[in-house]
């Protein structure tokens, strides 16, 4: 098979830990005979710094003219957020990259390693067989995308940010996430504020209508605050988390220390028409830059998600996650997720682990 990824690695630690989920593609290429075209392009400060912008209209065609997206990740350190090249960086680069192509469905897996169980922050009865989730936010409508605003009023400084769904656009992820559910426990949460906001009235009502083309799934709904609670009380609970934009940013992070580092996550972010970019949950981790001691594992999963999901490349999928999981056995640690056993390494030894596995 022969595919053409846009590869957009940005700022922090975003290249460090493409180039290695690069290699790891490299591999499956070599161990199951496919070409992988890797086309670079630049995205988020890194871009700012060549082009003076942060999603550039060349990146936006090398995207347009690709199979899928790989992106790193983007946004510089928070002391530096007022300069011009950091300023609206997010909203720039990877908010744009969603909105323009249309990537509604986020899908953002969160699952407990059992070689990684004293990772978690929760007790041992807690975590029980384990925890397995997958959130489904909504990621182009909300207040995300509404209109914000600064003004002036009897002197006083004040803001507005506009919620908005339609029913289309809620049906639309709705589906995404029974259709998750179908090939996993069965089971969907939906998760609004169903008892203060219009959005969430909205949302549950049609969220509930989908629930009837799917029969065999079982539906509950949950308001936010009580589902911010339950995933720290009973993770074990939840099965496919589908919810709004804003609300599924707060609580995919609050589930993403479960497993214990945000290095271990990936998601993906898919269209109607099934285009998709792949990116870590975490991200840019200026802190840790430059150093190679960032975690790869999310953006290898990310890679990994993207040739089941844009690909169907099951076969070579399995084989990724199989690999990672394997060398998490084998106890090789980056520092994110190292506690006095196990060994300590590097992003590169970390990769350089999986490929060794994936090519046993
Ligand atoms: C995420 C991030 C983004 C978001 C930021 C960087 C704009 O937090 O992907 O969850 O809020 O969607
Ligand atoms: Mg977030």
Known sequence: MHKKIAVLPGDGIGPEVMAEALRVLQAVAHEFGHYFEFAQGLVGGAAYDATGEHFPAVTVELCRSSDAILFGSVGGPVAEASQDKWRNCEANSVLALRKTFSFNANIRPVRVYESLREMCPLRSEVIGDGIDIVFVRELIGDIYFGEHKRFVENGLRCATDVAEYNEEQVASVARQAFALAQVRRKKVTSVDKAN????????????????AEFPEIELEHMLVDNCAMQIIKKPTQFDVIVTANLFGDILSDAAAILPGSLGLLPSAGLNAEGFGYYEPSGGSAP?????????????ILSAAMMLKTSFGLVREAMA???????????????????????RKVTTREMADAV???LRA
């Open 320 to 342: 990724i996650e199989q690999a990672v999981e394997k060398t998490l056995v084998d106890g090789f640690r980056t520092a994110d997720i190292y506690n006095d056993n196990g």
């Open 355 to 357: 490929i060794a596995r």
């Open 287 to 299: 802190d840790i830059m430059g150093q190679g001691i960032a975690n790869p594992i999310a953006q």
């Open 196 to 211: 203060v906001l219009s959005t969430s009235k909205l949302w549950r009502e049609v969220v509930t209508e989908v629930a």
